[in-house]
């Protein structure tokens, strides 16, 4: 499977210790069935992997796969605090652009 989209985050706990995380979506893929499979790498530490995340189309797929990571970005924001930092492709603190008026 191809990788669409990517992202990467480095959690910091109270103690000072840090870990990169990665996530990834795949591209949507049809199944036998009909419906639209899309395959997301996550957040969870000591999770083996997700199930696919079925739609009827390929959008949905992508949608709902969107939706299930930004849960899991939420519960990893819960667990870290401010200690969770976005990461650019090189591993540097992404910059985020000013926001506008």
């Known amino acids: ?3 669409i989209a990517r992202r990467f985050y480095e959690t910091r706990r109270p103690d000072g210790a840090t870990r990169i995380v990665k996530l990834a979506i795949e591209e949507p893929v049809r199944q036998p069935t009909g419906e639209w499979a899309c395959q ?18 390929s959008f949905q797929a992508l949608e709902l796969a969107m939706k299930l990571l930004t849960h899991e970005i939420e519960w990893l924001q819960n667990i870290c605090g401010d200690g969770l930092t976005l990461l650019d492709d090189e591993g540097q603190e992404a910059v985020s652009a000013p926001a506008t008026e």
Do not use: F, L
């Not at 997301?40 to 189309?57: E, F, K, T």
């Open 1 to 3: 499977m191809r990788i």
């Open 40 to 57: 997301i790498h996550g957040v969870r530490p000591g999770r083996r992997g997700y199930p696919a995340i079925c739609g009827v189309d």
